[in-house]
């Protein structure tokens, strides 16, 4: 019989990147076919969108309706402060309005809808809930609103993660793709690309997926997007998902960040190179990259973040346990797992995240890491 431990919260995780996905998918069509009004700058330069906010307040909302707000706690990336300010009121009207046309189509995803409309003060409410730290000890809720922003606004891929760690480990992945394309070769192409060459018209609903796993179970899943305009019963289908086989480096693909600031690639190149990686690395914005090593549609995935930048553990967690169940392995560029136990960084992480479909390319990467890092520049 199927283990039902954690079903509940497996479920509705689903559900509600299912529902975050739809209202990106939304926000990002209006992005994109106008210059737009709705991107303000963060502290640290990055655009930040409806879609962020509403999606935080909508996955907000729904786990505290489900599981209480009084006791569940949640660890997000967007941080309420800039919202709040007198100068957003267009922006938070927006967000409002996104959360509420998402919240309406609640039922059409399975879960159940609010009596009424949410007032502007709950939207900010079911945001600022999510600022928990996380920490070593009990259950903690993960959300990654739009994981790749710049993905996001440039018509791109991005992702939508969600994740639940107890007691400092990753039990649930859940990890909403809503451009990841039906032709692998398309993923580190352009939006306008697609647009010209695409079977699929742009707002067809024939990319993108949901991928989801929980811990121990050895297996992970696949969902094609669902809509939010058609009855949940009728669309629901999931198909088992597995890492590539292949363990000859010179037939295996690698991808790695699309911004040069976010990834050192010449150093990835030295090492791709020394351990036999021949093709050409498939650059692909956010942790589209893990759902890619999921699918067997890459093999490695390499990121070496500039020194002193420490990860995010909502850039990480989903990602890491789908790829883990569907078969591969992930570790720090020492061979070390990574540790969602210290709060909402990634402590200890030792130089950069390697992803593999196998231990027979993953032990060569660590060990080419090994072997290169005293001449690296890093
Ligand atoms: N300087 C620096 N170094 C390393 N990593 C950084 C850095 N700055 C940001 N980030 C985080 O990286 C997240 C995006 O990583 P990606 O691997 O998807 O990079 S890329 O978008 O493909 O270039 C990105 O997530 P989002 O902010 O959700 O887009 C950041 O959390
Ligand atoms: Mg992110």
Same mark, same amino acid.
């Given at each position: 019989?199927? %283990?039902?431990?954690?079903?509940?919260?497996?479920?509705?995780?689903?559900?509600?990147?299912?529902?975050?996905?739809?209202?990106?998918?939304?926000?990002? !069509?209006?992005?994109?076919?106008?210059?737009?009004?709705?991107?303000?700058?963060?502290?640290?330069?990055?655009?930040?969108?409806?879609?962020?906010?509403?999606?935080?307040?909508?996955?907000?909302?729904?786990?505290?309706?489900?599981?209480?707000?009084?006791?569940?706690?949640?660890?997000?990336? +967007?941080?309420?402060?800039?919202?709040?300010?007198?100068?957003?009121?267009?922006?938070?009207?927006?967000?409002? %309005?996104?959360?509420?046309?998402?919240?309406?189509?609640?039922?059409?995803?399975?879960?159940?809808?609010?009596?009424?409309?949410? =007032?502007?003060?709950?939207?900010?409410?079911?945001?600022?809930?999510?600022?928990?730290?996380?920490?070593? +000890?009990?259950?903690?809720?993960?959300?990654?609103?739009?994981?790749? =922003?710049?993905?996001?606004? *440039?018509?791109?891929?991005?992702?939508?993660?969600?994740?639940?760690?107890?007691?400092?480990?990753?039990?649930?992945?859940?990890?909403?793709?809503?451009?990841?394309?039906?032709?692998?070769?398309?993923?580190?192409? !352009?939006?306008?690309?697609?647009?010209?060459?695409?079977?699929?018209?742009?707002?067809?609903?024939?990319?993108?997926?949901?991928?989801?796993?929980?811990?121990?179970?050895?297996? $992970?899943?696949?969902?094609?997007?669902? *809509?939010?305009?058609?009855?949940?019963?009728?669309?629901?289908?999931?198909?088992?998902? *597995?890492?590539?086989?292949?363990?000859?480096?010179?037939?295996?693909?690698?991808?790695?960040?699309?911004?040069?600031?976010?990834?050192?690639?010449?150093?990835?190149?030295?090492?791709?190179?020394?351990?036999?990686?021949?093709?050409?690395?498939?650059?692909?914005?956010?942790?589209?990259? /893990? $759902?890619?090593?999921?699918?067997?549609?890459?093999?490695?995935?390499?990121?070496?973040?500039?020194?002193?930048?420490?990860?995010?553990?909502?850039?990480?967690?989903?990602?890491?346990?789908?790829?883990?169940?569907?078969?591969?392995?992930?570790?720090?560029?020492?061979?070390?797992?990574?540790?969602?136990?210290?709060?909402?960084?990634?402590?200890?992480?030792?130089?950069?995240?390697?992803?593999?479909?196998?231990?027979?390319? !993953?032990? *060569?990467?660590?060990?080419?890491? /090994?072997?290169?890092? %005293?001449?690296?520049?890093?």
């Amino acid at each position: 019989m199927e %283990d039902e431990t954690y079903a509940k919260e497996l479920d509705v995780a689903v559900k509600a990147v299912h529902m975050a996905c739809s209202l990106c998918r939304r926000v990002q !069509h209006g992005l994109i076919s106008r210059t737009s009004d709705e991107i303000k700058s963060k502290d640290d330069d990055s655009p930040v969108t409806v879609a962020d906010w509403g999606v935080q307040a909508t996955v907000s909302w729904l786990l505290s309706e489900v599981f209480g707000s009084q006791s569940v706690s949640i660890v997000a990336e +967007e941080d309420v402060q800039a919202l709040s300010e007198s100068d957003s009121a267009g922006l938070l009207a927006a967000v409002v %309005d996104a959360v509420n046309g998402c919240l309406d189509e609640a039922p059409n995803f399975g879960l159940q809808k609010p009596d009424k409309h949410l =007032t502007t003060q709950e939207v900010l409410e079911a945001i600022k809930r999510c600022n928990s730290t996380g920490g070593p +000890e009990g259950r903690h809720w993960v959300l990654d609103p739009v994981d790749g =922003t710049l993905g996001f606004v *440039r018509g791109n891929q991005y992702a939508v993660a969600l994740a639940l760690i107890e007691d400092g480990k990753v039990i649930i992945g859940v990890l909403g793709c809503p451009n990841y394309p039906m032709k692998r070769e398309w993923l580190n192409y !352009h939006h306008q690309y697609y647009q010209s060459t695409s079977p699929a018209t742009d707002d067809s609903w024939e990319k993108g997926c949901v991928l989801y796993a929980r811990r121990g179970s050895g297996k $992970a899943w696949l969902q094609p997007l669902l *809509r939010g305009d058609v009855n949940f019963e009728s669309q629901y289908e999931a198909r088992l998902i *597995r890492v590539s086989s292949v363990d000859d480096p010179a037939l295996a693909t690698f991808c790695e960040p699309v911004e040069k600031a976010n990834s050192n690639q010449s150093y990835a190149a030295g090492l791709a190179h020394s351990v036999g990686l021949r093709k050409q690395p498939l650059r692909v914005y956010s942790m589209v990259k /893990y $759902a890619a090593i999921a699918r067997g549609d890459a093999e490695v995935f390499m990121k070496f973040a500039r020194c002193g930048y420490k990860e995010k553990i909502w850039d990480h967690a989903a990602g890491v346990v789908i790829v883990q169940e569907a078969g591969g392995v992930v570790t720090d560029a020492g061979g070390k797992p990574l540790d969602f136990s210290r709060g909402i960084y990634l402590e200890g992480l030792d130089r950069g995240i390697i992803v593999c479909c196998g231990a027979t390319l !993953h032990e *060569r990467i660590v060990g080419a890491v /090994y072997a290169s890092w %005293d001449s690296s520049n890093l």
